[in-house]
């Protein structure tokens, strides 16, 4: 099946330190890309949506200059954490949508932890 | 506005006994396609089971299966045979239409622990 590489899958940044997160479909074109945040032992929440080309939809709440994501190619998007804190550490997670067939692509996560 | 809800915030299950975990949903789209995700403590989404809101029977994968009452909008999985590897997150999820481009959202999910 299709594959997603999300890396890093750990990083580590002090506070106010800008941190890149990368999503990669390997196989297929990734028209749409979706980025998740979850707090430990919560649900998946979405954060924006991004379509290849466009500028993302973020949800209500999301601050889109804090949370940057560039989706410039089909097989490659960026989540970039601006000025982080301590309140952001957190699991991130993207999954992609395109390719054929309705079978969803998550990838491995990227647990982002603030000091 | 769709909506998934997961009531069940921790579940126990014995070794070898079957066990459900719940799901409703809320929708006004006619076409949705509901998931079920198990997430271990690494934090990778493992993909479990789908049913599609058209599919008149349940859906089942290996010892998976999902229970679709489309009429109380329920989406409950049932996992025959429980293992100790089956201890994680479950979490319910549901799309709009078909394809894999739309909004997935998720329910709250389910810590389930498999006790031997």
């Known amino acids: 099946g299709a594959v997603v590489s999300q890396h890093p899958s750990r990083v580590i940044c002090k506070s106010g330190t800008s941190v890149k997160i990368e999503c990669r479909s390997l196989d297929f074109q990734a028209t749409t890309m979706f980025w998740y945040r979850q707090f430990p032992k919560q649900s998946l929440m979405l954060m924006a949506t991004?379509?290849?080309?466009?500028?993302?939809?973020?949800e209500q709440g999301v601050e889109k200059d804090k949370f940057l994501i560039n989706h410039a190619s089909l097989t490659l998007s960026t989540l970039t954490v601006t000025s982080a804190h301590p309140e952001d550490s957190s699991f991130y997670i993207c999954r992609a949508g395109g390719g054929f067939g309705g079978e969803l692509f998550f990838g491995e996560g990227s647990r982002l932890t603030v000091l | 506005a769709q909506k998934i809800t997961q009531t069940q915030p921790g579940m126990f299950v014995q070794e070898k006994e079957a066990v459900t975990l719940d799901c409703t949903y809320d929708?006004?789209?006619?076409?949705?396609?509901l998931f079920w995700y198990k997430q271990p403590s690494s934090g990778e989404m493992i993909f479990l089971i789908y049913?599609?809101?058209?599919?008149?029977q349940n859906a089942t994968e290996g010892r998976y299966s999902l229970n679709f009452q489309k009429a109380r909008k329920s989406a409950n999985l049932v996992i025959s045979a429980s293992q100790l590897g089956d201890s994680a997150m479950y979490f319910c999820?549901?799309?709009?239409?078909?394809?894999?481009?739309?909004?997935?959202?998720f329910g709250q999910g389910t810590t389930l622990q498999v006790k031997p």
């Open positions: 999820a549901m799309t709009h239409g078909s394809g894999n481009t739309g909004k997935l959202i």
């Open positions: 929708t006004s789209d006619q076409s949705y396609g």
């Open positions: 991004s379509n290849e080309g466009s500028k993302a939809t973020y």
């Open positions: 049913q599609g809101s058209y599919d008149e």
